[in-house]
């Protein structure tokens, strides 16, 4: 008997696992669901649409997990500048951003995602999310969203904002996008050297009573690289945030290798109070130049992880 499905997907080469893939399979596909995946021809299925899988990989979509959608057109422009390009090149760029820009910027993002096969990402702060939210939503991308939460002094007059006001700014970006299509919004706080501890306790708070992810990112120096310095063996030494709830984002590493190199890193994690989330901050400003705890640099490296969101 001659099965029905919508698309139907011959002879590619599938990723059933992130270690395998088999060649010369169909792909069923109907109502948005994977109906079978079965080697060429052993069953009969008929679609509305049928594509050739010849040459291509079918597998499960990527995940940007940390990228910055008011940062899309700067592109090309800093690679590899130095010397620091924070405030001299990305703070200034993003003080210029409209509302027209963002959308520019989140249309360009999403462009990018599909065509590369990115179905999923972590936002880690920009301005205009609503503008930018729209667009994901219409793309139909899984993606998490936050805005971007600073209240230190001598931020550029258009981007500056108190503790107070940025905490608004993350209500109403929850309040208005969180669970839109595939969207979910989280709190941040984007880079912890740039908040208060008023703006940590503030958006820890407001992100515990709504049950949502408290999203912080922050940056580590490599001086101790080898050593097993590895953000989340400090993080749970020092008990900032519960086991389990370590979410690593891409790491920086150009040796290409699945653990943490000695170069500058990436990270982000999730806390649940606003008391954890006052300790990570104080926490980080003792990790520049290199000063991490004996203790934890005789742990081994952690393994590499394949990018994931909730």
Not at 78 to 87: G, S
């Amino acid at each position: 008997m001659v099965k029905k499905c919508e698309l139907l997907i011959q002879n590619a080469a599938v990723m059933t696992d992130y270690q395998t893939i088999r060649k010369g399979m169909d792909v069923a596909v109907g109502d948005g669901k994977i109906l079978a995946v079965f080697p060429h021809g052993e069953e009969e299925w008929e679609g509305k649409e049928t594509l050739s899988g010849k040459d291509r990989v079918f597998m499960p979509g990527l995940i940007d997990s940390h990228m910055h959608t008011g940062q899309q057109l700067l592109k090309g422009l800093v690679l590899d500048a130095r010397p620091i390009i924070w405030t001299r090149v990305m703070l200034p760029f993003e003080s210029t951003l409209t509302p027209e820009r963002m959308k520019l910027s989140a249309e360009l993002a999403a462009l990018e995602m599909i065509r590369c096969g990115t179905t999923g990402f972590v936002e880690s702060g920009s301005y205009f999310m609503e503008e930018a939210a729209a667009v994901y939503l219409e793309s139909g991308l899984r993606g998490r969203l936050s805005c971007s939460t600073m209240d230190e002094d001598g931020l550029p007059e258009s981007i500056a904002m108190d503790a107070k006001e940025a905490v608004r700014r993350a209500d109403r970006l929850y309040e208005d996008w969180n669970g839109a299509g595939n969207l979910k919004v989280y709190y941040s706080l984007r880079a912890l050297n740039s908040c208060s501890d008023q703006l940590v306790r503030l958006t820890a708070e407001h992100a515990e009573e709504r049950g949502a992810i408290l999203h912080i990112r922050g940056k580590w120096t490599g001086s101790c690289a080898g050593k097993g310095c590895v953000p989340m063996n400090i993080w749970k030494r020092w008990e900032c945030c519960p086991a389990g709830s370590w979410e690593p984002t891409a790491s920086s590493c150009p040796t290409g290798k699945k653990s943490w190199c000695g170069t500058e890193e990436s990270w982000s994690a999730t806390v649940r109070s606003a008391t954890a989330a006052k300790r990570c901050r104080r926490r980080q400003s003792s990790w520049k130049w290199g000063s991490f705890p004996a203790s934890a640099q005789t742990e081994r490296p952690m393994p590499g992880w394949i990018c994931g969101t909730r």
